[in-house]
């Protein structure tokens, strides 16, 4: 299974671009990266994937770099309420197993 | 739809006890996972599910283990209650295209063991 690392914690200003990055240096070619946010001790929530071409959504941005083996999530103007922890994780398994393996992600602290 | 329903949201069980955690999902999803929290650490995998009748082991399945009999429901049994399976357990789904979609997580259900 491919394994992500993330650093534990970051901090960002409100109203500031939160650029929460990932490594997944063994993360083999049809495999997805996937981004979720966890608020509280609530479910954690779907926030973006990719495989490997930059995506963008109402939420945030992702940039894959070319050879895949990093990845950053941008939050354009970050705000209070983003305050979480934030996953990235790659599907885990061979073939279409469907296994997603979560790491510790990286708590940001968005401050006024 | 109601989405992923999970039961009981509270739970205490005395060492030794067994229970079964439930879960629900509305939406015709093939895969299903089961996951514990511990405070202030990240999601573990227990087990997880590809479809009615098939299920796999995840990161830490020692002490739990689990049924597909059906597509909706995937309930996770723990037997032999011990204090650190103390967690929060959360329940997962997800549409059967595993490259693409979103997991839809239950609200999770807390449970102490004494």
């Known amino acids: 299974d491919a394994k992500t690392t993330q650093p534990p914690s970051m901090d960002c200003a409100e109203g500031r671009a939160a650029n929460l990055p990932c490594n997944h240096s063994?993360?083999?070619?049809?495999?997805?990266v996937y981004w979720y946010r966890q608020i509280h001790s609530q479910g954690p929530q779907y926030i973006i994937h990719?495989?490997?071409n930059n995506e963008t959504n109402e939420m945030a941005s992702l940039i894959i770099t070319e050879d895949r083996k990093s990845s950053t999530l941008i939050l354009p103007h970050a705000t209070l309420r983003d305050t979480a922890v934030y996953y990235c994780?790659?599907?885990?398994?061979?073939?279409?197993?469907?296994?997603?393996?979560f790491g510790q992600g990286t708590t940001l602290q968005v401050k006024p | 739809n109601a989405g992923v329903t999970q039961t009981p949201k509270f739970r205490i069980l005395k060492i030794g006890q067994s229970m079964t955690l439930q879960c629900a999902q509305d939406?015709?999803?093939?895969?299903m996972y089961w996951y514990r929290q511990d405070p202030g650490m990240g999601l573990k995998l227990i087990y997880y599910?590809?479809?009615?009748?098939?299920?796999d082991k995840g990161e830490v399945p020692n002490g739990y283990n689990v049924s597909r009999s059906t597509t909706e429901d995937f309930p996770l049994r723990l037997e032999l209650a011990a204090p650190s399976q103390t967690s929060v357990y959360f329940c997962?789904?997800?549409?059967?295209?595993?490259?693409?979609?979103?997991?839809?997580f239950g609200e999770g259900s807390r449970l102490t063991v004494l």
């Open positions: 939406m015709n999803h093939n895969y």
């Open positions: 990719g495989l490997k």
């Open positions: 997962a789904s997800k549409r059967l295209q595993a490259n693409t979609g979103e997991l839809f």
């Open positions: 599910s590809v479809g009615a009748g098939i299920t």
């Open positions: 994780i790659v599907r885990g398994g061979s073939g279409n197993t469907g296994k997603l393996i």
């Open positions: 063994t993360i083999s070619g049809n495999e997805y």
